[in-house]
């Protein structure tokens, strides 16, 4: 007996196996927190000292001797010898002392407190009883080694100091005495430095000495007022 296939006859439906429903999610709010203080918990590491500051060592670190900009402060101190009064018998001088830090640390300028003071003494008798190693004084005039009005010269009073740097504009001339400044500084050790391009600034500030006004005494008299060398210099 021949068995007949219909072809039109629907096929069975396969269905692919349905997969189990997801695990439900659960809400963090139904997750049960751990209070546990900050204190409570193990750190890792160095464990911080409470060391109080005053049982901390102290660094001793000396000042360093900065670069100076030498031709700056000399032009500052050339400015100081114009507060001095003009004195026909003596030089306008201006004087600044740094410290080997930079610091200012005194400012001086001719008859400043004493008609017979000069700019650098001035300047040391604001620092008196101070060790000055390693300072550096600023002069718009080379430091005097004879004077007349007073026992000890500039130069005595800057190796007293122990300023181990001058720096200056112009050497003294020989109106009123003959000066060693520079030579004698230097056979001491100390080191100078000179700016004879800021020469003619610091003559410019003591015309009163070089060209002294001339005086009329009489209709046919003039009386030009000359600086001795035994000027208050």
Known sequence: MTRTVDHHQAAPRLEAPRSEAPPSVVPSSAVPRLDVPPSAVPTLGVQALDVPPSAMPILDVPALDVPLDHHGLLVQAIEQSRLAPPVADRYAVGAIILAAGGEVLATGYTGESHPHHHAEE????????????????????????????????????????????????????????????????RRNGVEVIEFPGLADSARAVNQHVLSPTTLLVSPTTLLVPAPTRAGLR
């Open 122 to 185: 001035e300047a040391l008798a604001k620092l008196a009883g101070l060790n000055l190693s390693g300072a550096t004084i600023y002069t718009s005039l080379e430091p005097c080694t004879a004077r007349r009005s007073r026992p000890a010269t500039c130069t005595d009073l800057i190796l007293a100091a122990g300023i181990s740097r001058v720096v200056l504009a112009w050497r003294e001339p020989t109106l009123f005495a003959d000066c060693d400044g520079v030579g004698t500084l």
